[in-house]
């Protein structure tokens, strides 16, 4: 039993859990929140609970794609299940889900319903066995769209105000940004499967332009809408690694798994201070203007 739950959380990809707290505890900034049970109640679900629903339903169907992935297999990158294994998925996810998604409907109410019901029918789209949206590019970049719930979700769990709509445009080039960065290293697996992303249909060097233009695109919203300079700085710093990275470091060369698991170290250390710093500035909650 302990190395099924082992299993289970290895499916949660615990080294990407740092994309849905940072998108949670986004409307939270500058409050004093910490001693409030529903918050910690919220935090534990879009770790564990949230991230075993997406990542595993997405694991269930993308198990022969999975299994020729070197970057799979760790709880970096989620785990490596077997057809058996993931055939038997779908009722640990049911479970979990049963067991915490009915008191946040208690406290959030009709909304709390509504927000889960798209979160569920965006995965399911997504994760269609024939014809999902993960491989009918760029519709998967649009589901990307279904991590802003974690924003609302936060809101109604915590009873906050509604955030900026173009703090959700930031939002939405930054999942963009994450699940493009994904692509490209899992570009060759891809292929090899037969697998149609915006990256095996682009190629790495255009996807990485992309990105490229995603970031700059991040980095003038936060100066000419949010007139926030350090946050954009930091980003700026992030950007010129990426043009090192395209035109003079690995240009359109594969990336080793080592390589791979210190990008995602290093991503949650930069997302950790970039977290601290919007938390404590509240520099995405309200525009300069």
Same mark, same amino acid.
């Given at each position: 039993?302990?190395?099924?739950?082992?299993?289970?959380?290895?499916?949660?990809?615990?080294?990407?859990?740092?994309?849905?707290?940072?998108?949670?505890?986004?409307?939270?900034?500058?409050?004093?929140?910490?001693?409030?049970?529903?918050?910690?109640?919220?935090?534990?679900?879009?770790?564990?609970?949230?991230?075993?629903?997406?990542?595993?339903?997405?694991?269930?169907?993308?198990?022969?794609?999975?299994?020729?992935?070197?970057?799979?297999?760790?709880?970096?990158?989620?785990?490596?299940?077997?057809?058996?294994?993931?055939?038997?998925?779908?009722?640990?996810?049911?479970?979990?889900?049963?067991?915490?998604?009915?008191?946040?409907?208690?406290?959030?109410?009709?909304?709390?319903?509504?927000?889960?019901?798209?979160?569920?029918?965006?995965?399911?789209?997504?994760?269609?066995?024939?014809?999902?949206?993960?491989?009918?590019?760029?519709?998967?970049?649009?589901?990307?769209?279904?991590?802003?719930?974690?924003?609302?979700?936060? *809101?109604?769990?915590?009873?906050? #105000?509604?955030?900026?709509? !173009?703090? %959700?445009?930031?939002?939405? &080039? @930054? =999942?963009?940004?994450?699940?493009?960065?994904?692509?490209?290293?899992?570009?060759?697996?891809?292929?090899?499967?037969?697998?149609?992303?915006?990256?095996?249909?682009?190629?790495?060097?255009?996807?990485?332009?992309?990105? *490229?233009?995603?970031?700059?695109? #991040?980095?003038?919203?936060? !100066?000419? %809408?949010?007139?926030?300079? &350090? @946050? =954009?700085?930091?980003?700026?710093?992030?950007?010129?690694?990426?043009?090192?990275?395209?035109?003079?470091?690995?240009?359109?060369?594969?990336?080793?798994?080592?390589?791979?698991?210190?990008?995602?170290?290093?991503?949650?250390?930069?997302?950790?201070?970039?977290?601290?710093?919007?938390?404590?500035?509240?520099?995405?909650?309200?525009?300069?203007?």
């Amino acid at each position: 039993m302990f190395d099924r739950l082992l299993f289970w959380l290895k499916i949660s990809r615990p080294g990407l859990w740092f994309a849905t707290i940072w998108l949670y505890i986004l409307p939270t900034s500058q409050m004093d929140i910490w001693q409030d049970s529903n918050f910690w109640l919220g935090f534990i679900y879009i770790t564990f609970p949230l991230n075993f629903l997406v990542y595993g339903w997405n694991d269930m169907v993308d198990q022969k794609t999975d299994a020729a992935n070197p970057r799979k297999g760790n709880y970096w990158f989620g785990a490596k299940g077997s057809a058996s294994q993931l055939k038997e998925l779908w009722k640990a996810i049911l479970f979990v889900q049963l067991l915490s998604m009915p008191y946040f409907i208690w406290i959030g109410g009709v909304h709390m319903a509504l927000l889960f019901a798209g979160l569920v029918l965006i995965n399911g789209l997504y994760n269609l066995p024939e014809n999902g949206l993960r491989s009918r590019p760029p519709l998967e970049l649009l589901c990307q769209i279904g991590y802003l719930l974690i924003a609302p979700f936060s *809101i109604l769990v915590n009873q906050l #105000e509604p955030l900026p709509i !173009l703090t %959700y445009v930031y939002l939405f &080039l @930054f =999942a963009m940004q994450s699940h493009l960065i994904g692509e490209v290293m899992d570009i060759e697996p891809d292929r090899a499967a037969g697998r149609k992303t915006t990256a095996t249909i682009w190629g790495m060097k255009n996807t990485k332009l992309l990105i *490229i233009g995603i970031v700059i695109a #991040e980095v003038s919203l936060l !100066l000419v %809408y949010f007139n926030e300079y &350090l @946050f =954009a700085g930091m980003l700026g710093i992030g950007l010129i690694w990426l043009i090192l990275d395209l035109f003079l470091i690995f240009k359109t060369n594969r990336y080793t798994l080592n390589q791979m698991k210190l990008f995602g170290l290093l991503s949650n250390c930069v997302a950790f201070i970039s977290m601290a710093y919007v938390w404590y500035s509240g520099c995405l909650l309200a525009s300069s203007n």
